[in-house]
């Protein structure tokens, strides 16, 4: 059974491990590593903003949720190739959903780069929204938004 919490200190070879798989597919791709590669695990884990996917034991993938004014930023969400499609990724998501729910912010926003075409076709089959396209130094950046309707402010509060 696939249960989610939230990452420890001890988990933090394992993050970066799942990450360097699950983004490694890309490298060709780019001309530089994607971010989540490069990303500082042991203090996002430290400021309580990674989750993991635990099955039997063995972490299976990762989500980083970063709160904002607004909405909740999905920054990295990371799944083991050989458990891609299984459903892991979907979990994510909705833990993701049930975060900004929970913080009461009206919508999940996220990046990805250009060239995870996977991801492109991906975020809309559950639900998300592009809304723009941009340069950041070396990467081209496709953002998603995804409105939770129990959470969208009422025509008096925007």
């Known amino acids: 059974m696939l249960n989610i919490r939230q990452a420890a200190s001890t988990d933090v ?10 983004f490694g597919v890309y490298l060709p791709r780019m001309n530089v590593k994607p971010v989540p590669m490069t990303a500082d695990y042991r203090a996002l884990v430290q400021a309580e903003q990674v989750w993991v996917a635990v099955e039997d034991g063995e972490i299976l993938g990762l989500i980083v949720l970063v709160p904002a004014v607004d909405h909740l ?3 990295t969400i990371a799944v083991r190739r050989r458990a891609q499609g299984s459903g892991v990724g979907r979990r994510l998501l909705d833990l993701a959903e049930t975060e900004s729910t929970t ?3 009206p919508a999940v ?3 990805t780069n250009e060239v ?5 076709a991906y975020y809309p089959r559950h639900g998300y929204t592009q809304t723009h396209v941009a340069q950041d130094g070396d990467y081209r950046r496709v953002y998603f938004r995804k409105l939770l309707p129990q959470n969208k402010p009422r025509a008096n509060e925007q």
């Open 103 to 105: 913080r009461s912010l």
């Open 73 to 75: 930023y999905l920054d």
């Open 109 to 111: 926003v996220l990046c």
């Open 116 to 120: 995870m075409t996977e991801n492109l």
């Open 13 to 22: 070879a394992e993050l970066e491990a799942i990450v360097a798989d699950a």
